[in-house]
């Protein structure tokens, strides 16, 4: 038996099973989230209702043209029913740190909050939820080109991740109506005194406050906004 004979007795109960798993699958209770049910929501035809509000900064804009994209779809947009306020965040840790205090990775972390309103006189809150992604890249401190467009790159994918997963959050709620998973707060924040700052004018250590870890960001190489401020 040549090769192609063998292949082709082989695929044909991988092609039977493919037949059948839609029905398997069906009489699981498994619906596509996109797909058309009768007197079920059309969420392809809901999703281009929606309209995203301007979000500033590079990282916003982004953000929102891959929204509009995945929300619109293969169709023009005709947002007049709801809209979606977002708003994404990234921050940069510095990882894989070397001897002469350079770093070889910088890993970005995402976050994006993002809530749903009605479109009419008096709008109503109609769900919201919470995403988070991570990613990364390759320092090149010698090159500087290389290194801007890892970073742009980087920051672009993040982008592209939150919108998608926002958009199937937000497609799920049209879906099902269930309330999304929210972050949970977080407990107050630790800080940590600076060892090698100088004390300000008022003789205060500048103190570093902790990640939602907890872990000061000096000890792992995190940039921290709050430095130089007390609790």
């Given amino acids: ?22 029905m398997v699958l069906g009489g699981c209770g498994f619906k596509p989230l996109y797909g058309e049910q009768d007197g079920e929501t ?3 035809a809901e999703m281009k209702e929606i309209y995203v509000d301007n979000i500033p900064e590079r990282l916003g804009q982004q953000v929102r043209l891959a929204l509009q994209a995945s929300m619109s779809q293969d169709g023009p947009e005709d947002p007049h029913k709801y809209r979606l306020r977002v708003s994404p965040q990234v921050s940069s840790e510095a990882i894989d740190t070397h001897n002469d205090n350079t770093t070889g990775r ?24 919470d995403t988070s992604t991570m990613d990364g890249y390759t320092s090149s401190y ?19 991740t939150l919108a998608e997963q926002v958009t199937q959050q937000v497609a799920t709620w049209l879906r099902t109506g269930a309330k999304p998973l929210t972050r949970q707060p977080q407990g107050p924040k630790a800080y940590y005194p600076i060892p090698t700052a100088i004390p300000n ?12 870890d907890a872990i000061p960001a000096m000890a792992t190489g995190r940039s921290s906004s709050d430095n130089d401020s007390a609790p």
Avoid: K
């Fill in 106 to 129: 910088q890993r970005l972390v995402g976050h994006a909050h993002w809530i749903l309103f009605s479109v009419e006189t008096t709008p109503r809150l109609l769900a919201q939820g």
């Fill in 142 to 160: 010698e090159q500087y080109f290389a290194q801007t467009l890892n970073a742009e790159t980087a920051f672009g994918r993040v982008a592209q």
């Fill in 201 to 212: 004018s008022n003789n205060e250590t500048p103190m570093d406050a902790g990640a939602d």
């Fill in 42 to 44: 059309n969420i392809s």
């Fill in 1 to 22: 038996m040549n090769r192609t004979a063998f292949m082709l007795r082989l695929a044909r109960p991988l092609m039977a099973l493919l037949l059948l798993l839609p």
